[in-house]
């Protein structure tokens, strides 16, 4: 695997995204039983991890660093609230199989399809975004690109070989007897707390 670039936003289309673009990717994130929270600051997004993980009983988080969850303090918030949590490579593979919350952080949205695009390289980000049951992710709602096409053109001048993942609402299988299960390959819930203000 290799990443040619650690710079994302450097590859962005001049005018091919932003802000403009949420009420589309909010609608089609919603239809794919994806739960968006749109917030003006990063703390704000902390507060609906708080009631999220208040709500779901939830004792025990996994988090991957990224800018805005690190502007929001979550590490800080969880603690003070009684809740568990891992930050670091080795906790996050101890306890992610038994976590009740995985955050990260995605590389932005797209509008076409209500997805987020998240770099896997790291497998302490594929053990967050795929094992505990609650999802949470904290995008930049200001990097929304219109369709799956520019998400492409970006994911190919970032990676030349590379693990990278798109997410589109909670898991889901209909190989079963073409019956809908939520939450067999991963989480069964999955929330996009969008940020407004830039890390």
């Given at each position: 695997m290799?990443?040619?670039?650690?710079d994302?936003?450097?590859?962005f289309?001049?005018?091919?995204?932003?802000?403009?673009?949420?009420?589309e990717?909010?609608?089609r994130?919603?239809?794919?039983?994806?739960?968006v929270?749109?917030v003006?600051?990063?703390?704000?997004?902390?507060?609906v991890?708080?009631?999220?993980?208040?709500?779901?009983?939830?004792?025990?988080?996994?988090s991957?660093?990224?800018?805005?969850?690190?502007?929001?303090?979550?590490?800080?918030?969880?603690?003070?609230?009684?809740?568990?949590?891992y930050?670091?490579?080795?906790?996050?593979?101890?306890h992610?199989?038994?976590a009740?919350?995985?955050?990260?952080g995605?590389?932005?949205?797209?509008?076409?399809?209500?997805?987020?695009?998240?770099?896997?390289?790291?497998?302490?980000?594929?053990?967050?975004?795929?094992?505990?049951?609650?999802?949470?992710?904290?995008?930049?709602?200001?990097?929304?690109?219109?369709?799956?096409?520019?998400?492409?053109?970006?994911?190919?001048?970032?990676?030349?070989?590379?693990?990278?993942?798109?997410?589109?609402?909670?898991?889901?299988?209909?190989?079963?007897?073409?019956?809908?299960?939520?939450?067999?390959?991963?989480?069964?819930?999955?929330?996009?707390?969008?940020?407004?203000?830039?890390?």
């Amino acid at each position: 695997m290799k990443k040619t670039s650690n710079d994302w936003r450097s590859h962005f289309a001049p005018g091919g995204y932003g802000v403009h673009l949420f009420p589309e990717f909010e609608k089609r994130a919603k239809d794919a039983a994806t739960e968006v929270f749109r917030v003006k600051t990063p703390q704000e997004g902390a507060d609906v991890v708080l009631e999220l993980a208040r709500s779901a009983g939830a004792r025990k988080v996994v988090s991957v660093t990224s800018p805005l969850q690190q502007a929001a303090g979550i590490e800080a918030a969880c603690k003070a609230a009684g809740i568990e949590f891992y930050g670091d490579r080795d906790s996050i593979a101890e306890h992610a199989p038994t976590a009740d919350i995985g955050i990260s952080g995605v590389e932005f949205g797209i509008a076409e399809s209500g997805s987020v695009c998240q770099d896997v390289y790291a497998i302490e980000s594929r053990l967050v975004s795929t094992l505990p049951p609650i999802h949470i992710v904290f995008l930049d709602s200001n990097l929304i690109v219109a369709g799956i096409s520019d998400a492409f053109e970006i994911i190919a001048k970032v990676f030349d070989r590379g693990y990278v993942t798109l997410i589109t609402g909670p898991s889901r299988t209909a190989d079963i007897e073409v019956v809908l299960t939520i939450g067999v390959h991963g989480p069964i819930r999955l929330v996009v707390i969008a940020v407004d203000e830039k890390p």
